[in-house]
């Protein structure tokens, strides 16, 4: 894969978990335990798809 594509996919990736994480902050703040959980387990995942691009 080429730099750049690499780059552009990180950067997706990284506005993805930046968003999920605002997400997972509301959820607490709503106290909506399941609904952080599921949001939680989400970032996780971009967060290793974004390890695994850089």
Known sequence: MNTSLKQS???ILSR???MKCRQVEHALQ???SL???VLQAEAEAIS???K???
């Open 9 to 11: 996919q990180a950067d």
């Open 16 to 18: 993805l978990y930046d």
């Open 30 to 32: 709503q106290g909506n």
């Open 35 to 37: 609904r952080c959980q």
């Open 48 to 50: 290793n798809a974004l």
């Open 52 to 54: 695994s691009v850089r």
